[in-house]
């Protein structure tokens, strides 16, 4: 069974840092693509970032590009995502979620993580 | 960016009752060389993270039961559950993958009436 199983969310200042992590089991990681998608409290899904399965293409949603760096360590089976320069906007649960296509991103995405949140607030 | 909308935002169902939810994409998601519409729709209960029920808008996702269908192409789409049970009480998101960055529908939420 695929599991996916965020971390790191926590309540931090706009202008701050927090890394997420995203810990992978039961499906062969190096052979996906995987992403990021937030939901802000009470609202949509909005797409983050998605990363191919070598780590070698990276792409952004432009609300975050420049700030936030995907990445993944495949010898871990893990995904992170490096959030600078927080702002209250970002604040949201960021779920993890397995590409459905393969290894390089096809954006539809399945299974997805529960979710870290992720709270900006002074 | 590829904007979807979707109809009716809420409806309610009598059990065992058809319920059928609309989604439109500001620009065609049909990829003419392989004639694939790029139209996935996810089912999100209450505290759980959203699951993917289809995709290539028609194909059911492994283990989603055969009374969730969907149907359309190019910008208009529906999704429809062909006998609600009381376990369908969710909300219902439609996302286009034809063009980055891939984009959602702001959701249908879906009750017992």
């Known amino acids: 069974e695929v599991q996916l199983v965020e971390s790191g969310g926590a309540l931090v200042q706009p202008g701050r840092s927090l890394r997420l992590s995203c810990a992978a089991s039961g499906f062969k990681f190096d052979d996906y693509a995987m992403h990021w998608v937030r939901q802000a409290p009470g609202k949509g899904l909005e797409w983050v970032s998605s990363?191919?399965?070598?780590?070698?293409?990276?792409v952004y949603a432009g609300s975050v590009k420049g700030r936030f760096t995907i990445s993944r360590d495949n010898a871990k089976n893990s995904l992170y995502l490096q959030m600078n320069s927080l702002r209250a906007e970002d604040t949201a649960l960021y779920h993890c979620?397995?590409?459905?296509?393969?290894?390089?991103?096809?954006?539809?995405?399945?299974?997805w993580g529960r979710g870290t949140l992720v709270t900006v607030s002074s | 960016d590829i904007v979807m909308t979707q109809s009716p935002d809420s409806l309610a169902v009598s059990l065992g009752e058809r319920a059928t939810i609309n989604c439109k994409s500001s620009q065609s998601v049909l990829y003419s060389s392989n004639n694939k519409n790029y139209l996935a729709w996810y089912q999100q209960k209450p505290g759980q993270p959203p699951k993917l029920l289809i995709y290539w808008a028609s194909t059911r996702e492994s283990g989603v039961p055969d009374r969730f269908s969907g149907a359309g192409s190019g910008t208009d789409f529906t999704l429809t559950i062909s006998s609600l049970q009381a376990e369908d009480v969710a909300v219902y998101y439609c996302?286009?993958?034809?063009?980055?960055?891939?984009?959602f529908g702001p959701g249908t939420k879906v009750d017992i009436k």
């Open positions: 990363i191919n399965w070598n780590g070698g293409s990276k």
């Open positions: 996302q286009q993958y034809y063009s980055t960055p891939p984009t």
């Open positions: 979620a397995k590409d459905r296509y393969g290894g390089n991103p096809g954006f539809w995405f399945g299974p």
